[in-house]
């Protein structure tokens, strides 16, 4: 069992890089806000270069003492689990190795999904404390997993979500592993599992095999702000699970929000997690005061994400300058009090007649414009694919090939290899390939939203 104990205070800052002068006439202000959170380990990607604002930094943790956590893992034990039997092995030993990363003293349980959702251990309503005995008792009762009957994910979230419920803790987790698509509840039913299930608690899901849809599984991770990937071969599912696991037992503080505030006459154009991954939040604000609104982060550990900003401001004259918004980290307080203000940045807009000032793009803006586009592009081409349109998955996954090049995104680069020919990366001119693996056009897609950070 891994040691994830704390000795030092968890700290979050915010910095904020943009280019703030804007023409005459101008009104469309973007910002890329880096936001750290550092406590018990070193912070791995930090950006470099000079921040325009950064932000004091603020202590949200009991030094000494991990916080407290409940986790549910859902296992999907569907008909298809035992085609080849192999993979619902792998399944039980994945689970298995879950459970000893488990930290002594977090609550959990096992479900067992398939066309309903099935408590595995402890039973009867309740979460188990992880400790040596119970972690046996888990493993033991994971021996009696069989395959058998359909798939219906909301009914293994809503059951997770009970679960979870029952436990007073500020960290709640979920693990999701499917094979199949969700053939026995209508999208609907999923849809509202994912609504009455979003803000209560996080969750990473997981495509084992090829047999699964990657829109399916990637609106449950980014509906409960989790990540989502696939595992196209059983065998490396315990290795999976176990990263995952020793993630979610690095979470420190629950339910961080962005908060956006903005000058009367500002409109918010959109927010968006661009990195490690692009996350759309626009539609997920919810109102926090005048002028004020949150957006959900999750849970964080000792990590940084990156958000892209853009505000429309009103005309002013030259020389003129104004707040365009304010960016705070909100934490709420768990008796209902004041919520806690973790770190603030500021976005600026300054009109000058330097058109050299004026129309520069800032370096971190130019990269996670490019990143997000190279995101959509990959949806855009992959679904002309399908759908037999030659010319148009050409031409979008062309342009995705040029975007990977540009930006450094290697990883990507070598997804898209598996898809397309590539003839000049350079020009993003490139030919479909007349036969590729399912799995290699299956982890694209998924992986498809992952961005690298910016060169320094």
Same mark, same amino acid.
């Given at each position: 069992?891994a ?11 915010v ?37 325009l ?28 689990m ?36 099935r ?40 059951? *997770?979500?009970? /679960? %979870? #419920?029952? @436990? =007073? ?6 693990? +999701?592993?499917? !094979?199949?698509?969700?053939e ?36 449950? *991770?980014?509906? /409960? %702000? #989790?990540? @989502? =990937? ?6 490396? +599912?315990?290795? !999976? ?36 991954a ?11 005061g ?16 990156d ?7 009103p ?57 997000a ?28 090939v ?46 498809s ?8």
């Amino acid at each position: 069992m891994a040691n994830f104990s704390k000795s030092t205070v968890p700290q979050f800052s915010v910095e904020v890089y943009q280019n703030e002068f804007l023409p005459e006439g101008g009104r469309e202000v973007n910002a890329i806000v880096t936001v750290a959170s550092t406590g018990g380990g070193t912070l791995g990607g930090a950006l470099g270069g000079g921040p325009l604002t950064t932000a004091t930094v603020s202590p949200v943790h009991v030094p000494g003492q991990a916080p407290a956590a409940a986790v549910v893992i859902m296992v999907d034990c569907s008909g298809s689990m035992d085609h080849p039997p192999t993979k619902m092995r792998n399944a039980r030993d994945a689970t298995a190795a879950a459970i000893d990363t488990l930290r002594d003293g977090v609550e959990f349980a096992v479900v067992a999904g398939t066309h309903i959702a099935r408590e595995v251990y402890p039973g009867n309503g309740r979460l188990a404390t992880a400790d040596s005995r119970t972690r046996a008792q888990a493993k033991d009762a994971l021996r009696k997993l069989s395959a058998g009957g359909g798939t219906a994910i909301g009914t293994w979230l809503r059951l *997770a979500d009970r /679960l %979870l #419920g029952a @436990a =007073d803790v500020p960290i709640r987790h979920g693990i +999701l592993l499917t !094979d199949g698509r969700n053939e026995h509840e209508s999208p609907e039913d999923l849809r509202a599992a994912l609504q009455a299930c979003a803000g209560r608690f996080t969750c990473d899901a997981r495509g084992v095999g090829t047999d699964w849809e990657v829109k399916e599984v990637t609106s449950i *991770a980014s509906a /409960l %702000l #989790g990540t @989502a =990937d696939i595992v196209a071969d059983p065998a490396q +599912l315990a290795g !999976d699970f176990t990263s995952m696991m020793e993630n979610a037992m690095g979470k420190e503080v629950a339910d961080v929000a962005l908060r956006l505030w903005t000058p009367v006459g500002v409109e918010i154009m959109f927010v968006k997690q661009v990195a490690p991954a692009v996350a759309e939040l626009t539609h997920r604000r919810t109102e926090a005061g005048p002028r004020a609104g949150d957006y959900p982060t999750g849970s964080w550990g000792d990590e940084s994400r990156d958000y892209h900003i853009c505000v429309r401001v009103p005309q002013a004259n030259i020389g003129q300058e104004m707040l365009a918004a304010r960016v705070s980290l909100i934490v709420p307080d768990r008796e209902g009090g004041t919520p806690q203000v973790l770190s603030q940045g500021l976005v600026r807009a300054v009109w000058t007649d330097d058109m050299v000032a004026s129309t520069s793009i800032n370096p971190q803006v130019a990269h996670y414009t490019g990143q997000a586009e190279l995101a959509q592009v990959i949806q855009q081409g992959l679904d002309a694919r399908k759908s037999g349109d030659v010319d148009g998955a050409t031409a979008k996954l062309g342009r995705a090939v040029q975007l990977a090049a540009a930006s450094g995104n290697a990883d990507t680069a070598k997804l898209l290899a598996k898809v397309v020919d590539v003839v000049d990366e350079v020009t993003g001119t490139v030919r479909l390939k007349a036969k590729v693996a399912e799995a290699d056009e299956m982890t694209l897609e998924t992986r498809s939203t992952k961005t690298v950070r910016v060169k320094k």
